[in-house]
């Protein structure tokens, strides 16, 4: 299964950034396999709007079945479900501690957006 996690830097060691569609980065991981790649997202830091809907049109060119995030807004949340990829929202430390929490169960996934839209 390949997920993408939200970071705040290019490695695994890297902690997890809070933000799904302003994240400076997703690792999309093979939770199989352990091989990663990082994504990034630098064309939405700074976007006056739609950060969240170019951010998961973007993780979904990886065919990603599933995102991991601190939090995500509305139009990220309908994007993402649209793609049919699971959201799973709360994460917290690094990218590593977090792929490692969603394997053994620990994060469960949401059924809908826990921020406003344009949440910095």
């Not at 996690?5 to 093979?30: H, L, N, P, Y």
């Not at 950060?51 to 049109?57: P, R, T, V």
């Not at 793609?83 to 996934?109: C, M, P, Q």
Request: hydrophobic share 40%; glycine share 12%; net charge negative.
């Amino acid at each position: 299964m390949k997920v993408a996690i939200t970071s705040q830097g290019e490695k695994m060691d890297s902690m997890v950034d809070e933000r799904f569609g302003r994240a400076k980065w997703f690792i999309v991981v093979d939770t199989e396999t352990g091989e990663y790649q990082a994504v990034s997202n630098e064309q939405n830091l700074n976007a006056g709007q739609g950060a969240g809907i170019q951010a998961a049109e973007n993780v979904s060119r990886y065919d990603v079945e599933a995102v991991i995030t601190g939090h995500c807004g509305p139009k990220a949340f309908r994007t993402l479900k649209a793609a049919g990829i699971k959201i799973f929202i709360g994460a917290g430390g690094t990218a590593s501690e977090t792929l490692d929490k969603f394997k053994r169960g620990e994060l469960a996934e949401t059924a809908g957006a826990d921020v406003e839209g344009h949440w910095l």
